[in-house]
């Protein structure tokens, strides 16, 4: 089975200092790995994806997100956060058939204050 | 619009009654979801199909059922809605050769 933990319900960081929203992974296979974004009262925007290949992959919004295999995570980060960057921010996970539907983590809320 | 779409928005049903959310994409994408997002659960899967006339169940399919008879429209039935059921539903599809999933704008059902 396959499943996502983001440990930090809550994620505070001032606007202009870097961000990063952890997120572990456990999955059989190589795994595919996702971030998505959620604006109060919106559905999920997708942000980011790691299939294969370099471990830093670069996504919408000046987002980034290492993967490290080892440590079976997938961090996300951003240089300088930015006050609109506060929203709910969700990591995912599925298998390397890309059959499977995502498996999502409970979700981590990112407020940027001013 | 292009997009996926979803309807009602926002519904209020009581215990009992039968109550159908909808689901339409025009990208013709072949895998199609629906999700639940509740409080400290995050998204949970429901259902999902990955072409016209196949589903599966998810992680919590008790009390709800599906159908997709045209690849675009994948509709939810709560056939008899419990407060349990209470909840934002957000449908989801992605192509079959692609690999992120893209979501509809949710629907909020409230259950009294």
């Known amino acids: 089975a396959q499943s996502v933990a983001q440990p930090e319900d809550q994620v505070n960081v001032a606007e202009g200092n870097p961000l990063t929203v952890k997120c572990t992974y456990s999955?059989?296979?190589?795994?595919?790995l996702f971030w998505y974004v959620q604006y109060p009262n919106r559905g999920l925007q997708f942000l980011l994806k790691y299939i294969t290949g370099d471990n830093l992959v670069k996504g919408s919004y000046g987002f980034e997100a290492e993967f490290n295999k080892s440590q079976t995570s997938f961090h996300l980060k951003k240089p300088s956060a930015l006050v609109s960057d506060s929203a709910l921010y969700f990591c995912?996970?599925?298998?390397?058939?890309?059959?499977?539907?995502?498996?999502f983590g409970k979700g981590t809320r990112l407020s940027v204050i001013a | 619009d292009a997009g996926i779409t979803q309807s009602p928005r926002y519904k209020i049903t009581e215990t009992g009654r039968q109550v159908t959310l909808m689901c339409h994409q025009t990208w013709s994408h072949s895998y199609m979801f629906w999700y639940r997002q509740d409080l400290g659960h995050g998204l949970r899967l429901i259902y999902y199909?990955?072409?016209?006339?196949?589903?599966d169940k998810g992680e919590v399919p008790d009390g709800y059922v599906v159908s997709r008879s045209k690849t675009e429209n994948f509709p939810l039935t709560l056939e008899s809605a419990t407060r349990s059921q209470t909840s934002v539903y957000f449908c989801?599809?992605?192509?079959?050769?692609?690999?992120?999933?893209?979501f509809g704008p949710g629907t909020r059902l409230t259950v009294t």
């Open positions: 999955v059989s296979g190589n795994p595919y």
């Open positions: 989801a599809s992605r192509a079959g050769t692609g690999y992120e999933q893209y």
């Open positions: 199909s990955a072409a016209a006339d196949i589903t």
């Open positions: 995912a996970v599925s298998r390397n058939s890309g059959n499977t539907p995502l498996v």
